[in-house]
């Protein structure tokens, strides 16, 4: 009976051993887990460790996609916000691209400044002079717009003419005997054209006399059209992106500047006598161009191509006043 109490004590006793020695090696690997986790430059490779770059490089996962599904016509606007981001330089570049088409789209916009210096011919000022004529043609002259769609047209004297500053002008020219005229100005009249005076063509003339009377006193006057259409830009013959001559065509008003735009701002170009503005090096040319009348008011027309001696209509005229 003793006997096997014995035996009883010592198998409790043998368990207890082996419980006591599995305790004491699972605390030393704990021990020294953690031991070797806090050495300098030691990694684990635990889970949760591991995970936190993940979380990091999924935003650059998903930026890095989105490229590839910008093109997409399916993409809607309820895309993430890296992929939406990422799809606007895209588009940015996609409407710059579709720009210099063949058919050279252009937009237009109005704004307005401060009236220019005013020039020889001014708003709501008559002038007095005479009336002669002289046979246009086609209607052409120094203006070098081309053939005019009626003749009601005249050459200014040099002397108001401003080295082409009037230009395009439509002016109601006012004889004696009450008839009057309007007719827009498309030549020069050279000496000895005095100051005041207006070569009209026939067909202008006769509205107020018989050719045979050869001159006649008028009063004359800047009017601004109500009847016109859009106003027209035309590059020189010759012109390219390294020196190019640009005019203006069908404006309501007279045009007393032009700009073109070089990237950091706006660069005034001088006029000649042929009624162009010459960028001599190049500078704005193709690029956005900015006209300003005699009334301070700008029109900015943009996406025109250097194509020489090319009407290309815009979609913007000058206030009527």
């Keep these: ?19 006591g020695a599995t305790a004491a090696l699972a605390s030393t690997a704990v021990l020294a887990y953690l031991v070797m986790a806090l050495l300098p430059g030691h990694k684990v490779d635990a889970g949760p460790a591991a995970a936190t770059p993940l979380v990091t490089t999924q935003p650059k996962a998903t930026g890095t996609a989105s490229p590839s599904a910008t093109p997409s016509p399916s993409a809607s606007p309820s895309s993430s916000p890296s992929a939406s981001r990422s799809a606007s330089p895209k588009a940015t570049t996609a409407t710059k691209a579709a720009k210099p088409s063949p058919k050279g789209t252009q937009k237009s916009s109005r704004g307005s400044t401060t009236p220019p210096s005013a020039g020889r011919i001014r708003p709501n000022t008559t002038y007095k002079g005479v009336a002669t004529a002289y046979e246009a043609g086609v209607g052409d002259g120094a203006c070098l717009f081309g053939p005019s769609p009626d003749m ?3 050459a200014m004297n040099t002397t108001d003419y401003e080295t082409s500053r ?9 004889a004696a005997n009450g008839k009057s005229v309007t007719v827009r100005i498309t030549n020069e009249c050279p000496l000895p054209c005095a100051p005041g005076q207006i070569d009209l063509s026939q067909q202008a003339f006769a509205k107020l006399a018989d050719l045979k009377v050869g001159r006649l006193s008028i009063t004359w006057s800047l009017v601004s059209p109500s009847s016109i259409g859009t106003m027209s830009i035309r590059y020189k013959t010759g012109s390219s992106v390294y020196w190019c001559g640009i005019q203006v065509i069908g404006h309501r008003n007279p045009v007393a500047r032009l700009e073109v735009s070089t990237g950091g701002g706006w660069r005034q170009l001088p006029r000649t006598s042929y009624n162009y503005f010459i960028s001599e090096n190049g500078s704005g040319c193709g690029k956005a161009i900015r006209v300003t009348d005699i009334y301070g008011e700008q029109l900015t027309v943009s996406g025109l191509a ?11 005229q000058f206030s009527q006043h």
């Design 152 to 154: 009601m047209i005249a």
């Design 166 to 174: 009037a230009c395009g002008a439509y002016v109601l020219v006012r």
């Design 1 to 19: 009976m003793n006997t096997t109490r014995q035996i009883a004590r010592q198998r409790r006793r043998r368990r207890g051993l082996v419980l």
């Design 306 to 316: 250097v194509q020489p001696n090319v009407v290309q209509p815009t979609r913007v």
